[in-house]
């Protein structure tokens, strides 16, 4: 199994910027492909962006240009640095390897 934890969250204003880190363990060398997802109060969770090993990303149309995905390959640690954060950004972010090992979320505040 692999285990991931996120951290990184907190609270910031809009046009701030976090950067969140979902760490992995276990068996890593299973995994080919890690994404963010996020949660907002009251509405269902959504895809925010996905890094696979083989190099291919992808993004949300609501993220695109102001979310960065990337990893650390020895650390098994995959970041999301998020810039120009908006409050719509509030939301608790998961990741999660290989769509299904998920973690219990970090949560994001963007205050206007």
């Known amino acids: 199994q692999v285990q991931v934890v996120e951290s990184g969250g907190g609270s910031v204003q809009a046009g701030g910027s976090l950067r969140l880190v979902c760490a992995a363990s276990?068996?890593?060398?299973?995994?080919?492909?890690v994404a963010w997802s996020r949660q907002a109060p009251g509405k269902e969770r959504e895809f925010v962006a996905k890094?696979?090993?083989?190099?291919?990303?992808e993004y949300a149309d609501s993220v695109k240009g102001r979310f960065t995905i990337s990893r650390h390959k020895t650390r098994n640690e995959v970041y999301l640095q998020m810039n120009s954060l908006k409050p719509d950004d509030t939301a608790v972010y998961y990741c999660?390897?290989?769509?299904?090992?998920w973690g219990q979320g970090t949560q994001v505040n963007v205050s206007s």
């Open positions: 890094i696979y090993w083989s190099g291919l990303i």
């Open positions: 276990g068996r890593t060398f299973t995994m080919n492909a």
């Open positions: 999660n390897a290989n769509q299904r090992y």
